[in-house]
């Protein structure tokens, strides 16, 4: 096993000892992980931990091209941080039933296979601007897996044609990277535009849809 040290969803690797726990930082609070026996979705999770201070679960999951911890509350999923990826073990007891579904999706994404993301519960509560809620569930609804568009189409999808930079802010602010594809939203030119976890993040997840050649990824991994 490995430490890992994560703030504000920058994952970084400690030591590569073997250790009995894995602990995990996230906005200033302490989570203890265990790992556990494998399942059908290999490679792809560790067990869940309960934060009591926050009424918050964490759930790591991960391919060998990037990783995401989930974190829950009341069923409901309230942020992801994207990170890069590692080989691990699906625990197989997740903290919700959606848990398997996340688990399926990272596995399918490493074998390039498309993933379709049905009903995620996500906390919409947690966006306070109909605007923003707007941009997002229109992202979700109309740009699907191998697809692109840009800041202003989205604009347009959302209802207000001139709105493509609060578009660049509703996509730097969106708590679930991934389930809601940011990634696939690009210039007006085609060029990569921003991305809140990172422009080779963004690259990988591309190439994995068939959008971007490894060469690139390559390229943008390099020059990080």
């Given at each position: 096993m490995q430490i890992y040290a994560a703030k504000w969803g920058k994952i970084t690797i400690l030591n590569e000892n073997q250790l009995k726990d894995i602990l995990y930082f996230s906005f200033g609070k302490v989570y203890k992980f265990?790992?556990?026996?494998?399942?059908?979705?290999?490679?792809?999770?560790?067990?869940?931990?309960?934060?009591?201070?926050?009424?918050?679960?964490?759930?790591?999951?991960?391919?060998?091209?990037?990783?995401?911890t989930v974190f829950w509350r009341d069923q409901l999923i309230h942020n992801i941080a994207l990170g890069p990826g590692?080989?691990?073990?699906?625990?197989?007891?997740?903290?919700?039933?959606?848990?398997?579904e996340i688990a399926r999706a990272v596995k399918w994404y490493e074998n390039k296979k498309a993933v379709t993301w049905v009903e995620p519960p996500l906390d919409w509560a947690l966006i306070t601007s109909p605007f923003q809620k707007q941009v997002l569930q229109a992202l979700m609804k109309n740009i699907y897996f191998g697809q692109t568009t840009s800041y202003g189409s989205l604009a347009r999808l959302s209802g207000n044609n001139r709105a493509a930079r609060a578009v660049g802010r509703a996509m730097s602010q969106n708590p679930?990277?991934?389930?809601?594809?940011?990634?696939r939203v690009l210039t007006g030119k085609g060029t990569l535009g921003g991305f809140s976890s990172g422009l080779a993040l963004k690259k990988i997840l591309l190439f994995l849809e068939n959008r971007v050649d490894q060469e690139m990824v390559a390229n943008v991994q390099a020059s990080d």
């Open positions: 265990s790992m556990s026996k494998s399942s059908p979705f290999s490679q792809t999770a560790i067990k869940r931990h309960e934060c009591p201070s926050t009424g918050m679960t964490a759930e790591y999951f991960a391919n060998k091209f990037f990783s995401l590692k080989d691990r073990q699906y625990s197989g007891h997740g903290a919700t039933s959606y848990s398997d679930w990277p991934l389930i809601v594809p940011c990634h």
